[in-house]
T-cell receptor, first 114, second 115 residues
Framework: AQSVTQLGSHVSVSEGALVLLRCNYSSSVPPYLFWYVQYPNQGLQLLLKYTSAATLVKGINGFEAEFKKSETSFHLTKPSAHMSDAAEYFCAVSEGGSQGNLIFGKGTKLSVKP | DTAVSQTPKYLVTQMGNDKSIKCEQNLGHDTMYWYKQDSKKFLKIMFSYNNKELIINETVPNRFSPKSPDKAHLNLHINSLELGDSAVYFC??????????????FGPGTRLLVL
């Protein structure tokens, strides 16, 4: 069965600092991996996804993630945090089968200090 | 234009009541989903529909019954509400059975509180 582990339920950075949110996956088949962001009291919005093309994936709002098969990781980074980046971030893997079901990690709350 | 919409946004009700949550998508997608997000923010799939047919039904109590009158709508009816049903329920949609890489688009959520 596929699964996702997000290390760190809460990450705090200063404005302008590097953002690194960790995600490790477990999958018996080549995975499709996603990062979603949830702003307070809102639904989830796709940041980026890996679909077996380029291993370095660029997303919206300056975020990017690198797929590393040897490390079974898909960490999310942003060079310089902005106050508006404060949100909950979810890593997800697409489950086997044709329906594209998503298995989510437990989320990482990002706080940005001025 | 709202791609995936849900009504109501907030729902406060008493234990034992029956309630429904509605979801509509205007993206022309074939597949729709219901997810439950608990108080610890953990998200889990409940149901998946493709072209009005149930594809996935996770281990959800049969008090929960999804209904899809057409491709653009997937409603969730909950009978005999329990305290543990309090959560945020998200509807989502995707282009369909086009493989495992399809992006899912989420609605704003319905915050259900059972008293």
């Amino acid at each position: 069965a596929q699964s996702v582990t997000q290390l760190g339920s809460h990450v705090s950075v200063s404005e302008g600092a590097l953002v690194l949110l960790r995600c490790n996956y477990s999958s018996s088949v080549p995975p499709y991996l996603f990062w979603y962001v949830q702003y307070p009291n809102q639904g989830l919005q796709l940041l980026l996804k890996y679909t077996s093309a380029a291993t370095l994936v660029k997303g919206i709002n300056g975020f990017e993630a690198e797929f590393k098969k040897s490390e079974t990781s898909f960490h999310l980074t942003k060079p310089s945090a902005h106050m508006s980046d404060a949100a909950e971030y979810f890593c997800a893997v697409s489950e086997g089968g044709s329906q594209g079901n998503l298995i989510f990690g437990k989320g990482t709350k990002l706080s940005v200090k001025p | 234009d709202t791609a995936v919409s849900q009504t109501p946004k907030y729902l406060v009700t008493q234990m034992g009541n029956d309630k429904s949550i509605k979801c509509e998508q205007n993206l022309g997608h074939d597949t729709m989903y219901w997810y439950k997000q608990d108080s610890k923010k953990f998200l889990k799939i409940m149901f998946s529909y493709n072209n009005k047919e149930l594809i996935i039904n996770e281990t959800v109590p049969n008090r929960f019954s999804p209904k899809s009158p057409d491709k653009a709508h997937l409603n969730l009816h909950i009978n005999s509400l329990e305290l543990g049903d309090s959560a945020v329920y998200f509807c989502a949609s995707s282009r369909g059975l086009a493989g495992r890489s399809e992006t899912q688009y989420f609605g704003p959520g319905t915050r259900l509180l059972v008293l």
